[in-house]
């Protein structure tokens, strides 16, 4: 099958997740064109049936703005028409559904018809999408996808909840390549981030206000209290400043790295005893379930996907949103007992093996087939 794929190339979840299901479809034989403004940030070496088309839009003194949208979906059709796609699958509603609705339709007057799929990622429809400005937009380019996926049930029954959608909504959970994301032997890492065997924690984020980054630091600084600890903080993003000023408030910036973004988070992960993510809101928790797959516990806040995934008092622990007294403790009482972190290490590894890519990935290969049979059928 020849399969357009429209994301964002940034470290977000939704371009992660477009960027992996789209190499991991080319290693099954399928042809995969990213239609993107940049190479996605995991697209990161060269993959047999994988292709690349740069949107281009360029500044005019008449735009305020240069009109991305109009742009991409120029290059939507360019690309379908000359590389003879069967598919599209885009990523994120704003704007990709929209203009793969733009291009489908001018393709449709050149005789070449290309269903398009919607995957509603998280704040594509509980934030940015519920905006007045453009949710009769997102109302609409989703109601007019040909297929229609979310990454988890909250976010089906949010995106149902949110706007007057008629289309069906398929669940089709994120996943982890437990191949790459794994424990290993990284003794001699671990000793120079805490010298002294402290425990060490991480949280990864595009550090958004969405993902409560100062509660990250006063959980942390009420574990470093009671425990001998090390926060990896692997990231950027607005909330950055204001993270390092309140550091240097509780005075703990000896014991906090900040190491912007990262391509090998496995890494760290692998040097890491415990994952923080006390987030607002999450659509799946994508960063947890790597964590996971490494062997990490997780101490998170018990919204929207999270319990999905994390399994409170089981593969780690969930509070409400902004109980760092909670979150605090929870973290303690696991770290200091040996036996019960075992435990919960096993069974945070055996969660993530259910979402392993090459469990889900068949999921997606028969939604695909589904959609373009039926659009077949009504266009015959």
């Given at each position: 099958?020849?399969?357009?794929?429209?994301?964002?190339?940034?470290?977000?979840?939704?371009?992660?997740?477009?960027?992996?299901?789209?190499?991991?479809?080319?290693?099954?034989?399928?042809?995969?064109h990213f239609i993107t403004y940049r190479v996605p940030a995991r697209l990161d070496s060269?993959?047999?049936?994988?292709?690349?088309?740069?949107?281009?839009?360029?500044?005019?003194?008449?735009?305020?703005?240069?009109?991305?949208?109009?742009?991409?979906?120029?290059?939507?059709?360019?690309?379908?028409?000359?590389?003879?796609?069967?598919?599209?699958?885009?990523?994120?509603?704003?704007?990709?559904?929209?203009?793969?609705?733009?291009?489908?339709?001018?393709?449709?007057?050149?005789?070449?018809?290309?269903?398009?799929?919607?995957?509603?990622?998280?704040?594509?429809?509980?934030?940015?999408?519920?905006?007045?400005?453009?949710?009769?937009?997102?109302?609409?380019?989703?109601?007019?996808?040909?297929?229609?996926?979310?990454?988890?049930?909250?976010?089906?029954?949010?995106?149902?909840?949110?706007?007057?959608?008629?289309?069906?909504?398929?669940?089709?959970?994120?996943?982890?390549?437990?191949?790459?994301?794994?424990?290993?032997?990284?003794?001699?890492?671990?000793?120079?981030?805490?010298?002294?065997?402290?425990?060490?924690?991480?949280?990864?984020?595009?550090?958004?206000?969405?993902?409560?980054?100062?509660?990250?630091?006063?959980?942390?600084?009420?574990?470093?209290?009671?425990?001998?600890?090390?926060?990896?903080?692997?990231?950027?993003?607005?909330?950055?400043?204001?993270?390092?000023?309140?550091?240097?408030?509780?005075?703990?910036?000896?014991?906090?790295?900040?190491?912007?973004?990262?391509?090998?988070?496995?890494?760290?992960?692998?040097?890491?005893?415990?994952?923080?993510?006390?987030?607002?809101?999450?659509?799946?928790?994508?960063?947890?379930?790597?964590?996971?797959?490494?062997?990490?516990?997780?101490?998170?806040?018990?919204?929207?996907?999270?319990?999905?995934?994390?399994?409170?008092?089981?593969?780690?622990?969930?509070?409400?949103?902004?109980?760092?007294?909670?979150?605090?403790?929870?973290?303690?009482q696991l770290l200091s007992n040996m036996s019960l972190y075992k435990e919960f290490k096993?069974?945070?590894?055996?969660?993530?093996?259910?979402?392993?890519?090459?469990?889900?990935?068949?999921?997606?290969?028969?939604?695909?087939?589904?959609?373009?049979?039926?659009?077949?059928?009504?266009?015959?």
């Amino acid at each position: 099958m020849r399969i357009g794929i429209v994301c964002y190339p940034t470290y977000g979840g939704s371009g992660v997740i477009a960027t992996e299901l789209g190499k991991a479809l080319a290693l099954k034989g399928h042809q995969v064109h990213f239609i993107t403004y940049r190479v996605p940030a995991r697209l990161d070496s060269f993959i047999e049936n994988v292709y690349y088309h740069e949107v281009n839009y360029a500044d005019y003194p008449l735009f305020e703005r240069a009109p991305y949208e109009s742009a991409l979906a120029s290059k939507i059709v360019d690309v379908a028409l000359y590389e003879n796609l069967d598919l599209l699958h885009v990523h994120y509603a704003i704007p990709h559904a929209s203009a793969a609705f733009m291009a489908r339709e001018i393709l449709k007057s050149k005789k070449h018809y290309l269903p398009y799929i919607t995957t509603l990622h998280g704040t594509d429809i509980t934030l940015v999408g519920k905006d007045a400005t453009y949710a009769p937009v997102v109302e609409f380019s989703i109601n007019q996808s040909d297929g229609v996926t979310a990454v988890s049930n909250s976010l089906r029954e949010d995106t149902y909840k949110n706007f007057n959608i008629q289309k069906d909504i398929s669940v089709i959970h994120n996943f982890v390549d437990t191949s790459r994301f794994k424990k290993a032997r990284k003794e001699h890492f671990k000793k120079a981030i805490a010298p002294n065997d402290e425990k060490v924690l991480i949280h990864t984020s595009n550090f958004r206000r969405v993902k409560r980054t100062e509660d990250v630091i006063r959980v942390f600084k009420l574990i470093h209290d009671k425990l001998p600890s090390k926060l990896l903080l692997v990231g950027d993003g607005p909330e950055r400043q204001p993270m390092e000023q309140l550091c240097r408030e509780l005075h703990i910036c000896d014991s906090v790295r900040f190491l912007g973004k990262q391509e090998a988070i496995e890494e760290l992960l692998a040097v890491s005893d415990l994952f923080l993510m006390p987030s607002e809101s999450e659509s799946f928790g994508l960063a947890a379930l790597e964590a996971m797959a490494c062997e990490v516990p997780v101490i998170s806040s018990n919204t929207g996907g999270i319990p999905e995934v994390n399994i409170h008092g089981k593969t780690g622990f969930m509070s409400a949103v902004g109980d760092i007294k909670d979150m605090s403790e929870n973290a303690i009482q696991l770290l200091s007992n040996m036996s019960l972190y075992k435990e919960f290490k096993n069974n945070a590894y055996a969660q993530a093996q259910r979402f392993d890519i090459n469990i889900i990935l068949p999921e997606y290969e028969s939604f695909y087939s589904k959609v373009v049979e039926r659009h077949f059928v009504i266009t015959k």
